[in-house]
């Protein structure tokens, strides 16, 4: 197993080994309209996604060596729909092991795609997914241990809906693609050839991988075309570390109405939003005015490197995007929106509730367990600067594919509190929901107690948390850090339920 890693690194991934050369995008903001990812509705005929890979056009006059599912860069946008199955089949393309993690779905271990559920070089993956939980936006992605960084570096991730027929949609824009808009947000590093740059040890291990270009659905600091009224935007940060702190240049407010596992019970009106590693957030914004609009993001406050000028650590990263020219300090455009009068908006008004919300039912937690997110490994020291495996821990325990860390009772609840000093994690649970109870003593605010499957924490959070699916000692859940240098260093546990 380790061999075939080694051999891959070392091959298949070259592209995204190269040192950063310093480019930068030469990519005008608004440059690029949209990709708006093709939509393959999972219910009824079976489908098929295979890993392979390509050649993007990120920047002008290159092109970019890249992985995707199915296309070159990222993969379809998969639509479920609850009380379905789901017929899917993931043949591999590659030279490397890849897994398709069904990030959010609520199913066995065994179906979950995680580190235990490789398809080598050239096999396939064939799976009957059952839906059952409500409308949300979820992703996909390969989870192969200590490699998955870099495969989702490459372009080996999508975004899932899920759609409730039973749930009423309370006049909720979903037109797919015209007023409900997906939103792949990544960073990304170009080296001169317009190849990937991506580096993962040092600093670039300790705090996670940072790069100096947003894409968005693969396409640089892009346009979007919506029509003149309200358009529902779903946001996954698809990136590998960076956190977005999301905000309109003009200041216009807008309102979330989903996290992670779905729908909040009522729309929150807000001005900005964070947004960590793995976590969605659907929103409604209105563009009513017909006015063209930048949305910027503000500087990752996990980022060392942030309001330093680039080329620090000797020039091995790549500095922070640049300054956005209507932003405050540190703020980089994100991408632009831009109003067509000619595109009818379905919806004009904003719903004062919102059914079809998860429920957060979970009775009287039985246990408490603690889990502390440790930035070295317990006894074993180094590393660092050479591949990360074993560098971070758990409970100081780093990851361990033979060794299951917790056994779980099904339908149980628990209390988990979790811990970590030096840095914000956001921390992911597979195969449930979770609610947030309280961070560092205090209640959250209402649009954090929708249930979640990645919280973003730094001191103490208390969850409450219930699997109520199968993961067994052969194919176990994972819990771990969606920073994914660090998840691949061993910030990740692994647990049965029984
Ligand atoms: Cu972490």
């Known amino acids: 197993m380790k061999l075939t890693r080694r051999t891959f690194l070392a091959g298949a991934s070259a592209g995204l080994a190269l040192p950063y050369l310093s480019k930068g995008a030469s990519a005008a903001i608004g440059g690029q309209p949209l990709p708006i990812p093709p939509l393959v509705e999972a219910s009824g005929s079976p489908i ?20 995707g599912y199915s296309q070159s860069y990222l993969g379809p946008v998969l639509r479920l729909k609850r009380g379905e199955q789901a017929h899917i089949g993931v043949a591999n393309r590659l030279s490397s092991p890849v897994t398709s993690h069904w990030h959010g779905m609520h199913v066995p271990a065994i179906l979950d795609g995680g580190p235990q559920l490789e398809i080598a070089p050239g096999a396939r993956w064939d799976i009957e997914l059952p839906v059952d939980q409500p409308a949300a936006t979820l992703w996909y992605h390969s989870h192969v241990h200590g490699i998955t960084a870099e495969h989702v570096y490459g372009g080996l991730a999508g975004m899932i809906i899920v759609d409730d027929p039973e749930a009423p949609n309370a006049g909720l824009p979903q037109t797919y693609g015209v007023d409900d808009i997906p939103l792949v947000i990544q960073d990304r590093a170009f080296n001169a050839d317009g190849s990937f740059a991506y580096v993962k040890r040092g600093p670039a291990l300790m705090h996670g991988f940072r790069a100096d270009t947003v894409v968005v659905n693969g396409a640089v600091r892009p346009q979007a075309s919506v029509p003149k009224g309200l358009v529902r935007l779903r946001l996954l940060n698809g990136s590998n570390a960076r956190i977005y702190h999301l905000r309109f240049a003009d ?3 807008f309102h979330q109405i989903a996290s992670d ?25 209105d ?94 020291g180094g590393g660092m600067m050479g591949g990360g495996m074993g560098v971070m821990s758990i409970n100081d325990a780093s990851y361990d594919p033979d060794r299951i860390d917790i056994r779980l009772q099904r339908g149980e609840t628990e209390l988990w509190r979790i811990r970590a000093d030096e840095m914000a994690h956001p921390f992911h649970v597979h195969g449930t929901a979770f609610k947030v109870l309280r961070l560092n003593g205090e209640d959250v605010p209402f ?41 691949d260093a061993g910030m990740m546990a692994q647990f049965t339920v029984e």
């Open 261 to 285: 596992a779905g729908f909040l019970p009522a729309p929150v009106r807000m001005d900005g939003i964070t947004v960590a590693p793995a976590e969605r957030v659907e929103l409604l914004v």
């Open 48 to 67: 098929e996604l295979e890993a392979i890979g390509g050649q993007t056009g990120f920047l002008d006059g290159a092109t970019t060596a890249s992985w």
């Open 287 to 380: 563009f009513s005015d017909g006015k063209a609009v930048t949305l910027l993001s503000g500087p990752d406050f996990n980022d060392p490197m942030a309001g330093m000028m680039g080329g620090m650590m000797g020039g091995m990263l790549p500095g922070p995007p640049a300054q956005a020219e209507e932003g405050r300090d540190g703020e980089f455009v994100v991408m632009r929106f831009s109003p067509d009068r000619e595109k009818t908006a379905a919806s004009q008004t904003i719903p004062t509730r919102l059914e079809g919300a998860p429920t957060a039912e979970f009775g009287e937690s039985v246990r408490t367990r603690e889990f502390v997110l440790n930035m070295h490994a317990g006894g074993m």
């Open 447 to 487: 649009e954090t107690t929708g249930l979640k499957d990645v919280f973003l924490f730094q001191g103490e959070a208390d969850l409450l948390v219930r699997l109520d699916h199968e993961a067994t000692d052969a194919v176990p859940f994972m819990l771990h850090c969606h920073i994914l240098e660090h998840e």
């Open 251 to 253: 200041n216009r407010a």
